[in-house]
């Protein structure tokens, strides 16, 4: 199925206004009468200012000034022609005459500048002379003139065969020795050879210029120096002396350097009598000062009772030789003795009086955990089951037991692991006290009833029967149509709170637009005329 779009269009061949287009429509002058000679494309844009501005961006008007091949209008060609557009020939050239100033590289060649251009040194500088250039040959010899004051002195390394005539300076050509070059002011820089240093330089008190040796006081020719005063090295000290340690012990001994000495080094007594400190009935007590040492001895008697309590505030005075005896209580706890060790723990079985709260987290790993209890508080707001079913073969949910008065019958709801649906059941008959899954044949199984009201959105669809015997169409606002009837291949428009209202059926290469009051209907595309 083809779609016709149409832009406007205009069959003669003056442009659109501004006010004629919207802001990125196209429009078409075709220029009808004179079989499109004139015909151009326009689209109105914006200027910087937000201001319209319709703008000629195509059209047969401009296709024929470029198109090679027209017949009947003049070609671009690569010939100077006026009036029209310029085109390479097939080597890539245009025929075209310059006028005004032409900038960048010629890619051809010249003979020679169209003017010569004369190179002068001057100005400021101590060098002076100029020569002419036209590009016709290579640049000749230069001659500089040095005037000022270095056309008498040279300052720094000469390096090259040079002669100066009349202050004016020039490289010898290859092959001439330099013989004849003539230097004339001083010469600083390195010099190949000399005979004297320009100043003398003092060394170890004599003064050297370079021109002669040189002999230093006390230096042999061999460059040793005489020394005197004490000796670089020696096998013994003139006069021996004694080494001492003192302090909290005491030695000495004689030392001349011919040899290692030992010290032998005894320590002062503490004051502390020696011997043993402490018995059975008495701990010692031993002071130590900063270095070490035990400065002092004493000795304190053990205690021989023990003293316990309990959370209470109950206590008891346990004496030296009594036992203290650890008791269980009946069907609560349990305590074992081994090894001076007291272990104590609940009893097998136990049975607790009383309230008991666990702060922690309870895990009972038996099979059944019963709770005979009337009521149940559970704070958690979602109770998991089946926390093993990784394999999905359990029914999850939840059932409660009654009697019907001759039976006890069991009701709940329940996740199938045969087909993933939740079932609401009642009057079963099977025993689920030990039960993983429900018996939906079972005898008396029964799907129950639920009363509720459902809000929100209903997700699938029913199964085993319809929706039928309405007294009336769904109304919009409980989410109907509000009628019973549309019109074919009509497209459904919604009326605010009212029935949902359909357009008239479409044609071929219509689309769904908006008319002059805002309703949609099926129309060609159309921009329309101008």
């Not at 006081?217 to 013994?236: C, E, I, K, L, P």
Request: no cysteine.
């Amino acid at each position: 199925m083809a779609t016709v779009i149409q832009i406007k269009r205009s069959a003669g061949n003056t442009g659109p206004t501004a006010a004629q287009l919207s802001e990125g429509e196209m429009a078409y002058a075709q220029d009808a009468s004179n079989d499109g000679t004139s015909a151009k494309l326009y689209i109105e844009s914006v200027d910087s200012a937000g201001a319209a501005d319709v703008h000629a961006v195509g059209g047969k008007f401009y296709t024929d000034l470029t198109d090679a091949n027209a017949a009947d209008l003049a070609a671009a060609t690569a010939a100077p022609t006026a009036n029209e557009l310029a085109r390479r020939d097939a080597n890539g050239a245009i025929s075209a005459d310059l006028t005004g100033n032409v900038t960048g590289n010629v890619s051809g060649t010249a003979a020679s500048w169209a003017t010569a251009r004369t190179i002068t040194f001057g100005g400021a500088g101590d060098v002076s002379g100029s020569f002419t250039l036209d590009g016709s040959s290579d640049t000749p010899v230069i001659e500089l003139e040095v005037t000022g004051a270095e056309a008498t002195s040279l300052t720094g390394d000469v390096t090259g065969d040079v002669y100066s005539e009349d202050g004016l300076v020039k490289i010898l050509e290859n092959g001439t020795d330099g013989s004849d070059a003539v230097f004339i002011g001083d010469v600083t820089g390195n010099a190949d050879t000399a005979t004297a240093l320009e100043t003398a330089r003092t060394i170890g008190g004599v003064s050297f210029d370079g021109s002669a040796n040189i002999d230093l006081a006390g230096v042999n020719t061999a460059g040793n120096q005489d020394t005197s005063g004490n000796a670089a090295t020696a096998t013994a000290l003139e006069t021996a002396r004694t080494i001492e340690i003192s302090g909290a012990g005491a030695g000495s001994a004689s030392f001349d350097g011919t040899g290692n000495i030992d010290i032998d080094y005894t320590l002062n007594d503490s004051g502390v009598t020696a011997g043993q400190v402490g018995s059975t009935t008495e701990v010692p007590i031993i002071t130590v000062d900063a270095k070490g040492l035990v400065t002092a001895t004493s000795t304190a008697t053990i205690a021989t009772s023990l003293d316990i309590a309990d959370t209470a505030g109950n206590t008891d005075t346990v004496a030296g030789g009594e036992t203290l005896t650890f008791s269980e209580t009946n069907n609560e706890t349990s305590v074992t003795i081994s090894n001076n060790e007291v272990t104590v723990g609940l009893a097998n079985s136990p049975t607790l009086s009383g309230d008991v709260t666990i702060s922690g987290g309870l895990t009972v790993a038996g099979t059944t955990t019963t709770v005979n209890s009337t009521d149940m508080d559970v704070a958690d707001s979602l109770v998991r089951f089946a926390r093993d079913n990784g394999a999905d073969a359990l029914d999850i949910g939840f059932v409660g037991k009654y009697n019907d008065g001759s039976n006890d019958l069991s009701a709940g709801l329940f996740r199938d692991a045969s087909d993933g649906k939740f079932n609401l059941f009642i009057d079963t008959q099977e025993d689920l006290s030990t039960a993983t899954t429900v018996n939906k044949l079972g005898t008396g199984y029964s799907v129950a009833t639920m009363v509720a009201n459902l809000e929100g959105d209903v997700i699938g669809s029913l199964s085993g029967g319809t929706v039928s015997g309405l007294s009336a169409a769904i109304n919009v606002a409980d989410g109907g149509t509000g009628s019973a009837t549309h019109t074919a291949n009509g497209v459904l428009l919604g009326n605010g709170a009212g029935a949902l209202v359909a357009t008239a059926a479409g044609t071929e290469g219509q689309v769904l637009m908006a008319d002059a009051n805002g309703l949609p209907s099926f129309q060609p595309i159309d921009g329309g005329t101008f």
